[in-house]
C-alpha cells in the first residue's frame, strides 16, 4: 500500500527533530560539586581566545541559540541592547542577544524580569565586581531560573567576576576593594558547591592569594584561573581550554608533598569529586605537572 507523501515528510521531520533533540540534550548524571545537567564555562579574564566563545554557543546549542548576558557586575547603572560587550559574541556568529540587568533585588524576583533567562539556552556573566551581581539576584527568582537553565541542559558561562561569581564561596568579594580575600561578600551564586574561584591569577600575581583562604577554610577546592583561560564543567569534572593555567589549591589532598598548589594546562581534566587531575598525552610542559596525583619530572 503506498502512502501519502505528505504523511512520510512529517514522519521524517518528526524523526529529524527527535535525533537534533537526542544529540544534544546531555543525560542527567550524579553530581556531588558541579550541575547534574548542562554546563559552565568558567573564564579567568580577558577572553580574548575566540575559541572559549565558540565553546560556549557550541554548548549552547550554536550560535543562532537564545543567548542572555548579565553584565550586572560593571560599573554603570543602565546597559541596553547596544552594549558594546556584545561584540565578542557577535564576531563568533551569535546571531540571537538579550541583555538582561538590574540592581535591584525586588525586580530580579518577578516574572518580567526571568523571562528572556527562561528561554534562552545560554547565559554568560561578563567581569566588573562579583558583589554587584549576588547584591542583585542571590535567592532570587533569577537565581531559580539560571539553576532551571542548567537543568535542561543549557549552559551558564563568566568571565572574571563572572567566574568567581559561579562557586558557593566568593573571595575578593568586598565592597571596599578587591585585595581583601574574604570581606563583606561571601555567597556565590553556588553552581560549583564547596568552591572557591579567583581569576586573573598568574597575570596579576595572584597565584599565593588563595592559599591562606584554603588553610583557614579546609574544606573548600580553591580554583584559580588566568587570564584568556577557561575550565568547562559537566557534572563533577571539567577541562581546561585557552591560552595558560589553572590552579588547584586543594588541603585535603597536598601534591606535592607539604605542596600548596599545582598547575593545570590546556588540555589537561580534572574531577571535582576525586580531585584527582588527568592528561591526555606524556608530552612534559613548560613547569611540572600533576599526573594522577604525583610529580613528573
Known amino acids: 500500500m503506498n502512502r501519502p507523501k505528505g504523511r512520510i515528510t512529517r514522519q ?57 548576558v548579565i553584565p550586572t557586575a560593571g560599573e554603570d547603572d543602565q546597559y541596553d541592547q547596544s552594549w558594546s560587550g ?5 564576531d563568533a556568529g551569535a546571531t540571537h542577544l538579550t541583555v538582561v540587568h538590574t540592581r535591584d533585588h525586588a525586580v530580579a524576583d518577578t516574572e518580567a524580569f526571568v523571562r528572556p533567562i527562561r528561554e534562552a539556552r545560554g547565559v554568560f556573566f561578563p567581569g566588573g565586581r562579583h558583589w554587584r551581581i549576588a547584591d542583585a ?30 562557586g558557593s564561596f566568593m573571595v575578593r568579594g568586598d565592597t571596599k576593594g578587591n585585595e581583601i580575600m574574604v570581606g563583606d561578600h ?22 599565593f592569594d588563595l592559599v591562606p583562604v584554603i588553610t583557614t577554610r579546609p574544606e573548600l577546592l580553591g580554583i584559580g584561573i588566568d587570564e584568556d583561560t577557561a575550565i568547562v564543567v559537566t557534572g563533577d569534572e571539567f577541562e581546561v581550554i585557552g591560552r595558560s593555567y589553572v590552579v588547584i589549591y586543594d588541603n585535603q589532598r597536598q601534591i606535592p608533598p607539604d605542596g600548596r ?7 589537561d581534566h580534572y574531577n571535582l569529586k576525586t580531585r ?8 612534559m610542559r613548560p613547569i611540572d605537572r600533576v599526573k594522577e596525583g604525583k610529580w613528573i619530572k
Request: net charge positive; aromatic share 6%; glycine share 12%.
Open 12 to 68: 521524517l521531520v518528526g524523526l529529524s527533530v527527535l535525533l537534533v533533540l537526542a544529540a544534544t540534550v546531555r543525560p542527567s548524571v550524579a553530581a556531588d560539586i558541579g550541575p547534574s545537567r548542562g554546563s559552565l564555562v568558567i573564564v579567568g579574564g580577558a577572553m580574548k581566545d575566540p575559541a572559549i566563545v565558540r565553546r560556549f554557543l557550541q554548548l549552547a546549542g550554536g550560535a543562532d541559540q537564545p543567548i542572555v
Open 86 to 90: 556584545l561584540q565578542q559574541f557577535r
Open 137 to 166: 539576584y542571590l535567592n532570587t527568582r533569577t537565581h531559580r531560573e539560571l539553576r532551571a537553565l542548567l537543568d535542561r541542559g543549557g549552559v551558564i558561562g563568566g568571565s572574571s567576576a563572572g567566574a568567581t561569581i559561579q
Open 186 to 207: 561571601t555567597e556565590g551564586l553556588g553552581f560549583l558547591k564547596g568552591v572557591t574561584i579567583d581569576q586573573h591569577l598568574l597575570k596579576r600575581n595572584r597565584q
Open 261 to 267: 598548589f599545582y598547575f593545570l594546562a590546556p588540555g
Open 276 to 283: 584527582a587531575a588527568t592528561r591526555p598525552t606524556e608530552v
